[in-house]
Nanobody, 125 residues
Framework: QVQLVESGGGLVQAGGSLRLSCAAS????????MGWFRQAPGKEREFVAT????????SYADSVKGRFTISRDNAKNTGYLQMNSLKPEDTAVYYC??????????????????WGQGTQVTVSS
């Protein structure tokens, strides 16, 4: 049974930092691509970042490029999203997602097979 559990969310002031974690179990995490998405109240879920199975390929939404960094530690079955210079518009529930893929990644939520339940990030101005 595949399970993804996000953690690390919370309340932070604008300009601050948070690091989200995504702990995976029930599948061989090292053979799965991983993505981070977010959904703000009243808005559709949107792509944040994605990383390939070895971590060699990453991609970011323009809105977070240069501020967020996606990474993974396959030995720990855990993915991360380091978020710096946070803005109030980054406030959302953040989700991690995975799909078995050796090299591919995607910014499309429909591409992913497994999802976590999300962690709330709130950035105050």
């Amino acid at each position: 049974q595949v399970q993804l559990v996000e953690s690390g969310g919370g309340l932070v002031q604008a300009g601050g930092s948070l690091r989200l974690s995504c702990a995976a179990s029930g599948h061989t995490f090292s053979t799965y691509a991983m993505g981070w998405f977010r959904q703000a109240p009243g808005k559709e879920r949107e792509f944040v970042a994605t990383i390939s199975w070895t971590g060699g390929r990453t991609s970011y939404a323009d809105s977070v490029k240069g501020r967020f960094t996606i990474s993974r530690d396959n030995a720990k079955n855990t993915g991360y999203l380091q978020m710096n210079s946070l803005k109030p518009e980054d406030t959302a529930v953040y989700y991690c997602a995975t799909r078995r893929a050796t090299y591919a990644t995607s910014s499309e939520s429909e591409w992913y097979d497994y999802w976590g339940q999300g962690t709330q990030v709130t950035v105050s101005s």
